[in-house]
């Protein structure tokens, strides 16, 4: 039996929001907010807080620095049952940390200072570890500099001889992009980027066409976070359009990671494709509600009765 349920790779930031912000003021003036708060975030940060909440088994693959942004996240992780005997600390850089005004409208425009997470790199003689796993979550190709020289494809093609389900989500992506997944898409079950990732990269605009120009290069499935309108789901075999559940939206930050963490959760418990998706709409949802990448998600129990109940958008 795995080690873990699921260990997430990649790119981990410490946020600072404060909620809501409609302009900054004048001078060295001052505005009230209604809320601040400090998380860990980043592609792989908010996905397995909320996969952990759910019940999971996880462990996760980061570098941060020898600071005391670095010293929270091991704390928040550890309080949460997250193993994290597999993190790095860069004695060099300071842990990646991101400042974040939230808009009335829940927009979350992003100030972030690069750090550690450019730093990791896991190296072969960790692989097994790291692969101890029912599910690798690698995420935050774009943030991630050290392991996009080829690490990542070595890592991925490990996982999967080794039977381990991969998923695979990234951020920023550039023109260099395309050229860095190609060599990784053969090796990933469920490829998860945003709309705006897709097209940009794929250089499309309909979502079956961007599906499948991604599916042609090796992805298994392809699961396409639309914000609003929920998810696009396109297999060998069928296609569907997953909506999204209506909710008070405060603060967006988070939620394309989270609806990965939900969704791998969904996977470990024997949930069907349909049903897996349907639980990181609802994980995602709920994060929409509050301030920060984990908030709104309490336990699987409270997102199940909130899946069960509460009415879609579409």
Known sequence: MPKFD???????????????????????????LDEIRINPAGTIGGSVMNCAKLGTRT??????????????IHDVFGR????????????????????????????????????ASEE??????????VCDTKFLHHGGTGFIRAMESGQSVKLLAHAKKK?????????GPHEGTLDQLKPMLPN???????????????????????????????AGTCIIKTGAEGSFIKTPDTEFQMPAF???????????????????????????LEAACRLG????????????????VVDLETTLAFMETAETLI
């Open 281 to 296: 709409t609802a994980t995602s949802g709920l994060v929409a509600t509050g301030l920060g990448s984990d908030a709104g």
């Open 163 to 171: 039977g381990v389900v991969t998923t695979f989500d990234l951020i």
């Open 59 to 72: 462990t996760a693959v980061y570098c941060v620095g020898e600071d005391e942004k670095g010293d929270f």
């Open 188 to 218: 990933i079950d469920y490829f998860m980027p945003s709309i705006e990732e897709a097209e940009f990269i794929s250089g499309l605009t309909n979502r079956t066409d961007i599906a499948q120009f991604f599916m042609d290069l090796g």
């Open 246 to 272: 209506k909710v008070p939206v405060s603060d967006t930050t988070g939620c394309g990671d989270s609806y990965c963490g939900g969704f791998i959760a969904g996977l470990n418990m024997g949930y069907d």
């Open 80 to 115: 949460m049952g997250i193993d994290t005997s597999l993190a790095m600390r860069s004695p060099d850089v300071g842990t990646s940390s991101t400042i974040l005004p939230i808009r009335p409208n829940g927009d979350r425009p992003c100030l972030h200072c690069r750090g």
């Open 6 to 32: 699921a260990t997430f790779v990649g790119f981990i930031t410490l946020d600072i929001s404060g909620r809501h912000v409609e302009a900054l003021p004048d001078g060295g003036g001052i505005a009230f």
């Open 120 to 129: 990791l790199f896991v190296p072969e003689e960790m692989f097994d570890d």
